[in-house]
Every structure is written in C-alpha cells, then in structure tokens.
C-alpha cells in the first residue's frame, strides 16, 4: 500500500479485537492482537488464520518439522472491543491528550 501519508488505525497491539469477517468469524469472542502491519493494512490476531509452515533444521530449532502460526488478516475484518461489545472508534482530545473513545458506550478505551 504505497501512499503519500502513511494511514492511522484505531487498533494497535494488544488490543482486544472481535473478527466480523472470513473463517474465524465470531462476534462474541473477543482475541488479542499480537501485530499491526500498517503498510500493509493487516493485523495478526492470536488463534486466528492459522497456517502451517514447514521448517528446515537451523541452528535455533535443530529439529525443524511442522510449525502453526498465525497469518495476517486484512484490518477491515476486525472490530475493536470496548470490554461489553463490539465498537467502532472516534478519538477525543481530553486533557491535551487524544483518546480512543467507543461511539457505542462513549467510554475511553484503554
């Protein structure tokens, strides 16, 4: 995604995240983001697209074999979750700070 102004997501690590789209779709579950790559609009979210990668033997895993990791999903197929529900996000200047705010509940987000 090559753009002149780099974009600004309201999602970043370790959020809790609900995925509203694709094969992991489950909006009551809320999981944790483990990565955002904003160049590429995606976030890896933990237990979600999980893929298996076939390994050599290296010098950090002397065994190789199988290994499952979680892959990217697009970042419009995740919402973020306020601690009751699933929210879209405004931000709020508050104190000289800016906020995450939950349009739903109108609660800051931590």
């Known amino acids: 995604m090559k753009t002149r102004f780099k974009p600004k997501y309201n999602i970043r690590k370790g959020d809790q995240v ?20 904003v160049d590429d609009a995606k976030v890896v979210v933990e237990g979600v697209a999980i893929v298996t990668k076939h390994t050599k033997p290296s010098a950090q895993n002397t065994k190789g074999g199988i290994v499952k990791k979680e892959a990217a999903i697009a970042i419009s197929n995740v919402m973020l979750w306020d601690g009751k529900q699933a929210t879209k996000v405004k931000r709020e200047v508050v104190e000289g700070k800016k906020v995450r705010v939950s349009k739903k509940s109108g609660e800051a987000i931590k």
């Open 18 to 37: 609900v995925v509203i789209a694709g094969d992991d779709k489950d909006l009551k579950k809320p999981r944790t983001v483990l990565e955002v790559l």
